[in-house]
């Protein structure tokens, strides 16, 4: 029932002459916007579906629907999910300038969305103008910092775990929250974003002879698995390139303080790039950390 709504939307003449203004525009250097109207609720959840999967099968990427909020987001991926379309829903997130603790739940969410981007996981999108205009890591970053685990191949734990602090892990004694890791021996538990329980992964030497999820309650094992896909932890990642340049902005801005509050809050930032702290504000240095955030 559903592919007949489609397939009678795509037989009305205004939609047809709209799929061959796209493809003509497609080919211009600079294409300009093209605006439909006159659609009642109804008709909309139809025309966005088949739009959605028509515009995806000619650009061969991920479509990008930018809606006016939160509720109008809701109502288009269950109607996106009748018709089998993978969407994902960009969230907004608040951004963190001072050290302080804070739920990190939407900043993964926006990184699994932007991984099934790279991927091309995803078929559509869907945003509101303040999450789209909100900068973020760039795409090189994000693949860079992004590894796929394989039961019976070789990976150095030692490498590994630098990886995973690189990538914004937190290393602890024992794994309870996302976005940690911790090592036992020849087994490492990690504890990826996109994931609902962690992974243990049990090493013969250099080769994963075990790799199964488990419980961070009662620390059990409660299932096998033979892959495992490490995404970064956060949006700002902060290389040893990147930390020595940030290190060096703090102590121009440092000397430059006028105020003994900020003076005093520079020097706790400085203290804590120098050390292995949580560096909790980076946001509020995203220019300096990626030259061009996009």
Avoid: W
Wanted: aromatic share 8%; glycine share 6%; with cysteine.
């Amino acid at each position: 029932m559903n592919q007949l709504f489609l397939e009678s939307i795509r037989a009305q003449r205004e939609y047809i002459h709209l799929l061959e203004n796209f493809d003509q525009a497609s080919r211009r250097q600079k294409p300009l916007p093209m605006l439909a109207t006159g659609l009642g609720e109804n008709a909309l959840c139809v025309f966005l579906p088949a739009l959605t999967e028509d515009l995806r099968d000619r650009a061969q990427r991920s479509v990008l629907l930018v809606l006016p909020d939160e509720k109008e987001i809701r109502k288009l991926s269950g109607v996106f999910a009748q018709y089998g379309i993978c969407c994902a829903h960009y969230p907004q997130r608040d951004f963190m300038f001072y050290h302080m603790t804070a739920s990190r739940e939407f900043e993964h969410e926006r990184l699994g969305v932007l991984h099934g981007l790279v991927s091309g996981e995803l078929d559509a999108v869907l945003t509101t103008p303040q999450a789209l205009l909100q900068y973020t890591m760039p795409p090189e970053v994000l693949r860079s910092n992004t590894l796929t685990l394989r039961f019976g191949e070789e990976y150095a734990p030692q490498q590994l775990c630098r990886f995973l602090s690189d990538a914004g892990y937190r290393r602890v004694e024992l794994v309870d929250g996302k976005c940690q890791y911790s090592v036992r021996g020849g087994i490492l538990d990690l504890f990826p974003p996109a994931m609902e329980n962690p992974v243990r992964i049990e090493f013969f030497g250099d080769e994963i002879d075990q790799m199964g999820i488990f419980d961070p309650m009662t620390q059990r094992k409660i299932e096998q698995i033979d892959r495992c896909e490490i995404t970064p932890a956060r949006e700002i990642l902060l290389s040893a390139q990147s930390k020595e340049k940030l290190c060096r902005t703090v102590t121009a801005q440092l000397k430059k303080a006028a105020g003994e509050k900020a003076r005093e809050s520079l020097a706790e930032e400085l203290e804590m790039l120098r050390g292995d702290g949580d560096c909790t504000f980076l946001d509020k240095y995203i220019s300096v950390i990626y030259e061009k955030p996009v």
